[in-house]
């Protein structure tokens, strides 16, 4: 069974500041497969990142991917208050699987 | 405008049936692929299934265990998913969502989702 953990399970920062969000795998990730959502309160989620690094269409650039293997992150350079919800990796190199989520919340 | 808009959800007693449907809208519907992903409440979403474009290919994720169809009707612009045996751990918000490219890949695209209780 593949398993994404993401951690920390909320993260508490101010506007402005950098956000890090990790993501950890039970095994290599396929070519990079790994793919960031971002879901707000009663809301469907939405592409941020896919290939590891990739930004989709019309995600600003203070949002950038990174990672390989079993290692992903997720950085937000410099928060805005809209930034604020909960963010989900999800892999689709074997089968699909979403991680459990990390909640961002302002401090 | 890509627009897609669930329908078919509410209240089943446990061992019920669902159909749930999921019209499309401002994209060529049958040159992408489509799934189905629930989001049960305070959980992190679960990809259920996912069908090509012309529908002759059609996918499960591991745990759905044989009781999820997706189908499609490309005339209607339409997807479908058919649920059986309905139990409790099925409560769930239902989205439909458009493949990025291959399906089973990313969604670019979601509905607003449909609520499934599953309660006697």
């Known amino acids: 069974e593949f398993v994404l953990t993401q951690s920390p399970g909320t993260l508490s920062l101010s506007p402005g500041e950098r956000a890090t969000l990790s993501c950890r795998a039970s095994q290599s990730v396929r070519i990079n497969s790994l793919a960031w959502y971002q879901q707000k309160r009663g809301q469907a989620p939405r592409l941020l990142i896919f290939?590891?690094?990739s930004r989709a269409t019309g995600i600003p650039d203070r949002f950038s991917g990174s990672g390989s293997g079993t290692d992903f992150t997720l950085t937000i350079s410099r928060l805005e208050p809209e930034d604020f919800a909960v963010y989900y990796c999800?892999?689709?190199?074997?089968?699909?699987?979403f991680g459990q989520g990390t909640r961002l919340e302002i401090k | 405008e890509v627009q897609l808009l669930e329908s078919g959800g509410g209240l089943v007693q446990p061992g019920g049936s669902l159909r749930l449907s999921c019209a499309a809208s401002g994209f060529t519907f049958n040159n992408y692929g489509m799934s189905w992903v629930r989001q049960a409440p305070g959980k992190g979403p679960e990809w259920i299934a996912g069908?090509?474009?012309?529908?002759?290919?059609?996918y499960y994720g591991d745990s759905m265990g044989g009781r999820f169809t997706i189908s499609r009707d490309n005339s209607k612009d339409t997807l479908y998913l058919q649920v059986r045996s309905l139990r409790a751990d099925d409560t769930a918000v239902y989205y439909c969502a458009k493949e990025t490219q291959a399906v089973g890949g990313t969604r670019d695209y979601w509905g607003q989702g449909t609520l499934v209780t599953v309660s006697s």
């Open positions: 290939g590891a690094s």
């Open positions: 999800q892999q689709y190199g074997t089968g699909v699987t």
């Open positions: 069908i090509s474009g012309s529908g002759g290919n059609t």
